[in-house]
């Protein structure tokens, strides 16, 4: 999807309505019919008084006399009033109709253009680098791909039209008021730079408020959020009484912010009722005495006051649709920020081959922006089918790898390089390359939904047959078919639902249905105990033979059978090789056997935790 939004806030809106040209044509000549016949309504007024029932001579237009003419003349209308009465309902039933089609059309237009955003929303923000998602909350996002779009949506939907009503009410009316009387519309009209004035110095203030208010809503998201994800560590740890303190400091700050912002409301909507009532009495006062003087027809007052009446009710409106416009930008600009964010992008010749698994790191250096270095000088080569075991502390550049694997993050120049297959995967496009390396984390993300859909999400659609060859594999078939829906089972958000062992084993099971000839098990066996362990790295040797497979674990017993294992300490390798050979070495790796094997190993040292807790891990 194409997205030329990014040039600034009338842009993205414009974008997003490209093709409702017609539409929006539609709903600018209804807005004006609206206005127009509904303005008709004191004319009509002015001239039954003062020619039908009065006698005064018909001051108007030409048509209007042709009308009147056409009709039998005044002396006809004075013995039929009813006349008057049906033109006047005809006049309001055409604006009801041009109304009626204004607020569909507007509906359709803003429906049209929030539908548009969510879903150029979505598709941008999956296109994002993941460094951009690491660095923002949750809970803003989803803020401003839901309300600040719902308040661009609101604005076009209600007030859009509303402002186009107020500027046609404005000059209709003026036209016509000018038309009567010239000093009574100056008069009227005394006060507009004085409203001007004030709604401009209103909304410029009330906008800052608005942008504050939307930042501390999605702060306040974002904290609550984070506590319902991690609901068990807050029970398990009886922080509730201090998760409740948190949420309620971010809930007084956007509280405080809106008692701000309802004070301003307060005090634009008194200035605007008391302007607006001063300029009804100066209008009443004038035109009392100038009736007396007789200057001016009683039927001529009643439509000016009528008019003038019509010239209140766009003020009283102003202050809102200049709050919601400020709303409306600031939300706008809020999801512009995003759109403007560059996606993640593969050159035009980027390649799309077909990968085999043949690894190979050579002088790979790595940092986090401006960080001390993760990972320092990697090399190591690994072939199809071959198994290479990572054992490493917190800190130590194991997940950084990994990351660098599936081009999370791209090395720099001068950085060393990574190939599949001899070719450098900078050169192959980010997709072709993450459908082909399989991945299964320590905490396994599982969908909201069944089993079988978490399990086939890697491919789309698999054969039972196949599906359960993927789950018995990963030690979780009889699992399954022991609950009451067996694969149709709903597992919850986040797979609540299923013990942490579970759950690894249908990321396991989700990871071997897609076939990918590089797989990746980042701890993902810590919630099993060790004899399924055991059982599921046997299975997995015999099912992914063929592939390149990566195992990161503290488990001896999970490394050991491994063709290579990579032993990482500060970001460097500190030694590599089988098994057999390691044992046979001083270091690491001899160590944390020798501790395991004797059963008095605590997490710590069984991890080989050699220095605290960085963003390498």
Known sequence: MKLPWKSGRITLVAAAAEDRKFSFFICCLTTFGTVAFALLHPQIIRYTIDSVIGTAPLDAPAFVHSIVENLGGLALLREHLWICALVFIAVALLAEICNLARNYTGFEIGETIAWRMRNALYAHIQKLPWNWHVSCQTGDIIQRCTTDVDNIRNFIQNNLSELMRTICVFAIAAAMMFSMDVFMSLVAMSLLPVILVFSILYFRRVSRKFNKADIAEGVMQAAAQENYTGVRVVRAFGREAWEMNKFSEKTQAHADIWVEIGKMLGLFWGAGDLLSGLQLAIVVAAGVFRSVSGDLTPGTFLAFYSYCNWMVWPVRQLGRILS????????????????????????????????????????????????????????????????????????????????????????????????????????????????????????PFLFSKTIRENITAAKGSMEMAELHSAAAVAMVHETIEGFADGYNTVIGERGVTLSGGQKQRVAIARMLAGNAPVMIFDDSLSAVDTETDARIRAALRRRVKDAAVIIISHRISSLMQADKILILKGGAVEDIGSHRELIQREGTYRRIFEMQSSGIANGNVIAGNTGSATKGE
Do not use: W
């Open 324 to 443: 919601d416009l400020s709303k409306t930008l600031v939300a706008a600009n809020r999801v512009r920020e995003i759109l403007a964010e560059d996606p993640e992008t593969d050159p035009q010749d980027a390649l799309c081959p077909q990968i085999r698994g043949e690894i190979c790191f050579n002088r790979v250096n790595f940092a986090y922006g401006s960080a001390e270095p993760v990972l320092r000088d990697i090399s190591f080569t690994l072939k199809p089918g071959e198994t290479m075991a990572i054992l490493g502390g917190t800190g130590s550049g194991k997940s950084s790898l990994v990351h660098l694997l599936s081009r999370l993050y791209d090395l720099s120049d001068n950085n060393g390089s990574i190939t599949i297959d001899s070719i450098d995967i900078r050169r192959i496009s980010r997709a072709h390359l993450r459908r082909h390396i399989g991945l299964c984390l320590q905490e």
